[in-house]
T-cell receptor, first 112, second 111 residues
Framework: DTGVSQNPRHKITKRGQNVTFRCDPISEHNRLYWYRQTLGQGPEFLTYFQNEAQLEKSRLLSDRFSAERPKGSFSTLEIQRTEQGDSAMYLC??????????FGSGTRLTVV | GENVEQHPSTLSVQEGDSAVIKCTYSDSASNYFPWYKQELGKGPQLIIDIRSNVGEKKDQRIAVTLNKTAKHFSLHITETQPEDSAVYFCAVNFGNEKLTFGTGTRLTIIP
């Protein structure tokens, strides 16, 4: 297992388009997290799954954002009707417990 | 609220000297305090962490100290090397499943 994998690495989209990102966690990890990081800032929590159940969502996650983790394996994060303010690095992390996260390399989204 | 403050925002250190980064947090219920290193174009990498029942933890050139009474914890890097140059983030678990991160410290090691 090579760690947490995120695809694509970069995405450029026009304002108003929908985008979807994928995260493949470390295989034995039951916890999966999505974070967003803007330039010069630390990551901010978006949402968290334990197995296939989405257990917590941040108020940052507007109704244009949806995340899924079917079968408790990979996860997808979809942003509908993208806005320029959505431009950021979207990070996925996984873990066995609430500590010891392993982050992926992220998907950098640019909305033009 | 769940707040984490990190200082300094930038730090330049001569190679071989020590670097110290400090974070303060708002809630005494916090129980987990990790430090992450982030290099350009990569995700954060966990370098050391400490739980609330421990005051200090060391791993080779890296150490973390925790003062729960004062609600602060610090990262110490000794014998700094050029590959230590990166952005470092502290984070706090406020008794739930998520981490709240500091705003980061850009560490530059001067050869």
């Amino acid at each position: 297992d090579t760690g947490v994998s995120q695809n694509p690495r970069h995405k450029i989209t026009k304002r108003g388009q929908n985008v979807t990102f994928r995260c493949d966690p470390i295989s034995e990890h039951n916890r999966l997290y999505w974070y967003r990081q803007t330039l010069g800032q630390g990551p901010e929590f978006l949402t968290y799954f334990q197995n296939e159940a989405q257990l917590e969502k941040s108020r940052l996650l507007s109704d244009r954002f949806s995340a899924e983790r079917p079968k408790g394996s990979f996860s997808t994060l979809e942003i509908q009707r993208t806005e320029q303010g959505d431009s950021a690095m979207y990070l996925c992390a996984s873990s066995l417990e609430y500590y010891g996260y392993t982050f992926g390399s992220g998907t950098r989204l640019t909305v033009v | 609220g769940e707040n984490v403050e990190q200082h300094p925002s930038t730090l330049s250190v001569q190679e071989g000297d020590s670097a110290v980064i400090k974070c303060t947090y708002s809630d005494s219920a916090s129980n987990y305090f990790p430090w992450y290193k982030q290099e350009l174009g990569k995700g954060p990498q966990l370098i050391i962490d400490i739980r609330s029942n421990v005051g200090e933890k060391k791993d080779q050139r890296i150490a973390v100290t925790l003062n729960k009474t004062a609600k602060h914890f610090s990262l110490h890097i000794t014998e700094t090397q050029p590959e230590d140059s990166a952005v470092y983030f502290c984070a706090v678990n406020f008794g739930n499943e998520k981490l709240t991160f500091g705003t980061g410290t850009r560490l530059t090691i001067i050869p």
